[in-house]
């Protein structure tokens, strides 16, 4: 009898530490993904303008990962009582965050954009005072301090040629931020399977990215390349299909601080793809602004 329950113990932690090692791997997919997608994007405003190309790209996902939802057993139906949680999901989640992010990149380069964007758990901790009660605590100040600083040395080498030139992108990317974090802590979301919720929310999200583009921004469909469709491509498979995909199998095999830390690579990612793919600055200053940012997130991240 010992023996058969030491046997069903290593086999346990067994399969544990082999769904850790299939959780790590899909995080690591997850970040490395949507840090690549940063010159991608930035790429793809070249030839297509920010708003429509987002949108057309989630309305794409949004189809394709309702197919695998209706292909998994998952119901597309949405219940009266969950549809407006649902529409706040959306614009916090994917309007704000997708479209304000994606736009603050025609004025800032693929590294800065990230860096700036993902603060946004900063943000959290300071919304979790007024509306969950959760007052900041030393750990979670100087993460305030430590983001703030990093931001100060991202850009204040160039203060001079700031100006008009790249403030509407840093008022777009922490306005994505900070909206992005307030949804995380003001919005329950809908009680949808993962599927159907995540098709719902991008459909919802996107869907007036495209509106708005096709009304204002008056893209031109010829202007697009083959560089350019591939680009769209990566945006819309691997972006926002698999790199979720693989978000939803690695938060259901690691712990939540885990999955949290794990996406700081992302922006890492970011600000190097973007050096590598777009020819983007990388120096000492773009370094110590990429430490002190991820060391304060880091300090926000522990404390929430």
């Known amino acids: 009898m010992d023996v058969d329950l030491a046997a069903r113990v290593v086999s346990y932690q067994s399969a544990r530490a082999s769904a850790r090692t299939i959780g790590l ?3 690591v997919v997850t970040s490395v993904g949507w840090g690549l ?3 991608v994007m930035k790429y793809l405003l070249t030839q297509w303008p920010p708003l429509f190309a987002r949108g057309v790209s989630g309305v794409i996902a949004a189809l394709a990962i309702a197919a695998i939802a209706h292909g998994v057993g998952e119901s ?3 219940p009266r009582g969950q549809r407006w949680r649902l529409v706040a999901c959306a614009f ?21 954009g990230a860096m700036v964007v993902y603060t946004m758990p900063v943000w959290a901790m300071l919304f979790a005072w007024p509306i969950a009660g959760k007052r900041p605590q030393l750990a979670g100040v100087t993460g305030l301090v430590l983001a703030i600083a990093g931001l100060a040395v991202l850009f204040g080498g160039q203060a001079g040629e700031l100006g008009a030139a790249q403030w509407p992108g840093v008022a777009f990317a922490l306005l994505a931020a900070a909206l992005f974090a307030f949804g995380t802590v003001a919005v329950r979301p ?18 007036p990215m495209v509106a708005f583009g096709v009304a204002f921004e008056r893209p031109d469909l010829r202007a697009l390349s083959a560089t350019g469709a591939g680009a769209m491509a990566y945006m819309t498979v691997f972006a926002m299909g698999i790199c979720y995909l693989a978000w939803f199998a690695a938060v259901r095999r690691l712990a939540p601080t885990t999955a949290s830390m794990g996406t700081l ?11 590598l793919v777009l020819g983007e600055a990388l120096g ?3 370094w110590a602004a990429l430490v002190l940012v991820l060391a304060g997130v880091v300090l ?5």
């Open 37 to 39: 997608n940063w010159p």
């Open 92 to 112: 916090f989640n994917v309007f704000a965050w997708m479209g304000f992010s994606t736009l603050s990149l025609r004025w800032l380069g693929a590294g800065q």
């Open 25 to 27: 791997a899909c995080l």
């Open 265 to 275: 690579l992302t922006p890492v990612v970011g600000v190097v793809s973007g050096a």
């Open 300 to 304: 926000a991240l522990r404390e929430r």
């Open 190 to 207: 809908a009680d949808l399977p993962p599927f159907t919720q995540l098709a719902w929310q991008l459909l919802i999200g996107c869907a």
């Open 284 to 286: 000492a200053r773009q």
């Open 76 to 78: 597309l139906g949405v």
